[in-house]
């Protein structure tokens, strides 16, 4: 049964009043806090592609406030939170809520949930029924189960983009056991790709980059990579066959697959986390060598935190471009145009 709406919480942030029109201020109400929820103040949210896909064509109503891409600290918690406290430095990602009873919430990979996982914006609460607002905002109020700590050290703009980017790259990595040993290559080096390099790296991982842009090699060697191969370049292309073991491909345009899954050896896998609207695999390539091609989201609260640990440990933060929030539709054109180094972050203390 669908609960009393409670909203308490003035909100001012941004938003699309209409399917492809530009973000503008909005005010709007929180919920009043729930036993097991936290609010928090949005310090610095990132900008995600898959918003300006809600703001287009993805969106289901209108006005949509956009972000899943969360860093914040907390202002006040419910009556039965003890995990945190005003004051502690925290994450939102991409979900706040899941059924918690099937396999994979059980699992903590809740963003598999059986019966549809509670985007962080744009969805519907499970509990009160009303559309999820996200973080282009400057508060937020989630379910204690779906807020994670920030530990020391991490640079709170570079930290944002984890929330996505990052753990749609390192989550793949960690379920196919990337490791040392292993050839690894990171297609397309943009805001997933450039966190890709660099969790491979730090997993121990020979890396090779791919990209179709050769101005971009230089960056890709100084995220890590060993290598960088110009996939325009048929021969250099060829010369990859049978090297890889895994290879994650974050290209959200429609390309060419086959040359990659020439590249996998025998048993290799293929993780294309781009998700363009076709792939057009041979099947031959995946028989003849027992290849794999699958996909992957973005990860769980177990993945999540176990990802910001990991970057913790090895200073791994996103390479981002900081803007203030009457940047922001800037900002998105300039995304729309892969204009970007890499990802972009609106610190929301800034106009």
Request: charge should be negative.
């Given at each position: 049964?669908?609960?009393?709406?409670v909203l308490?919480?003035?909100a001012?942030?941004?938003?699309?009043?209409?399917r492809?029109?530009p973000?503008?201020?909005?005010?709007?109400s929180r919920?009043?806090?729930?036993?097991?929820?936290?609010a928090?103040?949005?310090?610095?949210?990132?900008?995600?592609?898959?918003?300006?896909h809600?703001?287009?064509p993805?969106?289901?109503?209108f006005?949509?406030v956009?972000?899943?891409?969360?860093?914040?600290r907390?202002?006040?918690?419910?009556?039965?939170?003890?995990?945190?406290?005003p004051?502690d430095?925290?994450?939102?990602s991409?979900?706040?809520?899941?059924?918690?009873?099937?396999?994979p919430?059980?699992?903590h990979?809740e963003t598999?949930?059986?019966?549809?996982?509670?985007?962080?914006?744009?969805?519907i609460?499970?509990?009160d029924g009303i559309?999820?607002r996200?973080g282009?905002s400057?508060?937020?109020?989630?379910d204690e189960?779906?807020?994670?700590?920030?530990?020391?050290?991490?640079?709170l703009a570079?930290?944002a983009?984890?929330l996505?980017?990052?753990?749609?790259?390192?989550?793949?990595m960690r379920?196919?056991k990337v490791?040392?040993?292993?050839?690894?290559?990171?297609v397309?080096?943009g805001?997933?790709?450039h966190?890709?390099?660099?969790?491979?790296?730090?997993?121990?991982?020979h890396v090779?980059?791919?990209?179709?842009?050769?101005?971009?090699?230089?960056?890709a060697?100084?995220?890590g990579?060993?290598?960088?191969v110009?996939s325009?370049?048929?021969?250099a292309?060829?010369?990859?066959?049978?090297?890889?073991?895994?290879?994650l491909d974050?290209?959200?345009a429609t390309?060419e697959i086959?040359?990659?899954?020439?590249a996998?050896?025998?048993?290799?896998v293929l993780?294309?986390?781009?998700?363009?609207d076709a792939l057009?695999p041979?099947?031959y390539?995946l028989?003849?060598?027992?290849?794999s091609?699958?996909?992957?989201g973005?990860?769980g609260?177990?993945e999540?935190?176990?990802?910001?640990?990991?970057?913790?440990e090895h200073?791994?933060?996103?390479?981002?471009?900081?803007?203030?929030?009457s940047?922001?539709?800037?900002a998105?054109?300039?995304?729309?145009?892969?204009?970007?180094?890499f990802?972009?972050?609106i610190?929301?203390?800034r106009?």
């Open positions: 049964m669908t609960a009393s709406v308490n919480r003035p001012h942030g941004f938003a699309a009043l209409e492809n029109a973000v503008v201020p909005f005010d709007f919920r009043a806090l729930r036993d097991h929820d936290v928090l103040d949005v310090l610095f949210c990132g900008i995600c592609h898959t918003d300006l809600m703001i287009g993805w969106g289901q109503e006005p949509l956009p972000g899943h891409e969360m860093v914040g907390v202002t006040e918690v419910g009556a039965h939170v003890s995990d945190f406290a004051g430095l925290v994450a939102i991409v979900i706040v809520d899941s059924c918690g009873v099937c396999h919430c059980q699992a990979d598999y949930c059986e019966a549809g996982p509670t985007s962080t914006y744009d969805s609460d499970r509990v559309r999820t996200g282009y400057d508060t937020y109020v989630a189960r779906f807020v994670h700590r920030i530990p020391d050290g991490l640079d570079g930290a983009p984890l996505c980017a990052g753990v749609t790259s390192f989550a793949p379920h196919w490791g040392p040993g292993q050839t690894v290559g990171v397309g080096i805001g997933l790709g966190l890709g390099v660099k969790f491979a790296r730090a997993m121990g991982a090779v980059a791919f990209t179709t842009s050769a101005p971009k090699t230089q960056d060697l100084s995220l990579a060993h290598e960088v110009l325009s370049d048929a021969a292309m060829a010369a990859q066959a049978f090297r890889f073991d895994f290879i974050t290209v959200s390309h086959n040359p990659y899954l020439t996998l050896h025998y048993n290799g993780c294309a986390v781009g998700i363009p057009s041979a099947p390539l028989a003849s060598g027992r290849r091609l699958a996909s992957s973005a990860g609260t177990r999540i935190r176990e990802m910001l640990e990991f970057c913790a200073g791994i933060v996103a390479d981002v471009e900081v803007v203030g929030k940047e922001i539709n800037q998105l054109e300039r995304l729309r145009n892969n204009d970007v180094r990802r972009f972050v610190d929301m203390s106009d």
